[in-house]
């Protein structure tokens, strides 16, 4: 099969196609010394992670969704051996390794496994005495990190109507991650005819990430300009959409907390209807937004600031009355909690029908009174990662609204 492409027009149309990452050998090489420098606050227990993780991939299958795999994206498209080459060498390359003696090993190492054991090694991370080094107890064991972030795959590539941002992550950990976007965009034997437009290219010096992307409508996109993501990147992007000719023609950036708990803009609010919002009760203030449209005539994106509550902002774009649905129904304790496990990082996989963390048992509750289907699944492991249910999923395919 050939010429797949990229179709995401909304946050909430039928999905029909998604990638999803099953946690693999990475969250095994997790230690309470690295969690830091890994962005980890825990570590999961694979065998019930990967339990959790299939249950979710079959409540999407069962409802009509094509479940992609990054890791066997990735392997198909680099099993040609000069493209396995370049991929080897650009993953080795940015892992930081200074002796030349080391890079062979590794690359030797990684050669001779077959391409999706090798696709799996990559993402798990190689350590010094898998290629005949001696390891030393007090120093680091690995020659190649592992990527315990993988299997939010939202960040790494973000589709947006029907192109991709292939993003720059903020941190010297996750910007691995987009290699495998690239590959597959460039090289897989579905893609690489379909002339994917990219948005965003991972060689740009801002960064941005897919957590902060959100597609309100084929009109309005909404970007938060967050700890991770810059307001330049957003701008570069916004350009390049507009001079493509799509359909978005505002592009608003919210200006949010540069602070942990306020990491993507997916984790404070997530479109879940028409006109209903799960939200973070946190951001509910006054938001500082930037509405970006561009002058045609000139090529020139044309900036207004404005102020006001994320319902009169959302209202006012979207032109309809909005319903903010509060995490934890805004209960100090109750949303400090839920937020802590994504309350508001909520995945629709129709208008009204919703993919939830069943931990968060109050705002599903919530969610239910406001006639919101809610397919609730166990993450007692999955939510150690802080990330939920659209963080680990990314669209490649919605049905128009």
């Known amino acids: 099969m050939s010429g797949r492409n990229i179709h995401v027009y909304s946050e909430i149309g039928n999905l029909k196609t998604v990638v999803l990452h099953r946690p ?9 010394d690295y969690l830091e420098r890994l962005l980890f606050d825990d570590i999961p227990f694979l065998k019930v ?20 795999y990054l890791e066997k994206l990735t392997a198909e498209s680099v099993e040609c051996k000069e493209v396995k080459e370049l991929f080897l060498s650009e993953v080795i390359s940015e892992c930081g390794i200074e002796k030349k003696e080391e890079i062979e090993k590794i690359k030797e190492f990684l050669r001779a496994l077959p391409t999706k054991a090798m696709v799996d090694k990559i993402m798990a991370g190689v350590r010094k005495k898998e290629v005949g080094y001696k390891e030393d107890f007090n120093e680091y064991p690995f020659l190649m990190d592992p990527m315990p972030n993988l299997y939010f795959t939202r960040d790494p590539f973000a589709s947006i109507g029907k192109g991709i941002t292939l993003n720059s992550m903020r941190t010297r950990t996750r910007r691995r991650e987009t290699i495998f976007g690239k590959y597959i965009f460039k090289y897989h034997p579905e893609f690489k005819g379909s002339n994917v437009p990219l948005w965003y290219d991972r060689s740009h010096q801002y960064n941005i990430e897919g957590g902060d992307e959100l597609v309100l409508s084929n009109e309005i996109l909404a970007v938060g300009h967050s700890e991770r993501t810059d307001k330049e990147a957003i701008l570069t992007m916004a350009k390049n959409i507009f001079e493509a000719g799509e359909s978005f023609n505002t592009v608003l950036i919210f200006d949010i907390p540069k602070i942990r708990a306020f990491m993507h803009l997916d984790t404070v609010f997530t479109m879940i209807d ?14 500082k937004v930037t509405a970006v449209t561009f002058d045609e005539k000139n090529k020139e994106l044309i900036m207004n600031e404005e102020e006001g509550s994320l319902e009169k902002i959302l209202s006012k774009y979207l032109k309809k009355d909005i319903t903010l649905i509060r995490c934890g129904g805004g209960d100090r304790i109750i949303s400090g909690r839920e937020q802590w496990n994504d309350g508001s990082n909520t995945l629709a996989i129709a208008p009204g029908k919703v993919v939830t963390y069943e931990r968060n048992y109050i705002t599903n509750e919530i969610l239910d009174k406001y006639n919101v289907t809610v397919l609730s699944m166990a993450s007692s492991e999955l939510s150690r990662g802080r990330g939920g249910p659209r963080c680990m999923s990314m669209p490649l395919y919605r049905e128009d609204l």
């Open 24 to 32: 693999g050998e990475e969250i095994e090489n997790l230690t309470p």
């Open 49 to 68: 992670a990967r339990e959790e993780h299939d249950n979710f991939a079959k409540i999407l299958q069962n409802n009509g969704v094509e479940v992609l």
């Open 274 to 287: 028409h006109d209903k919002f799960t939200v973070h009760p946190g951001i509910e203030g006054s938001l």
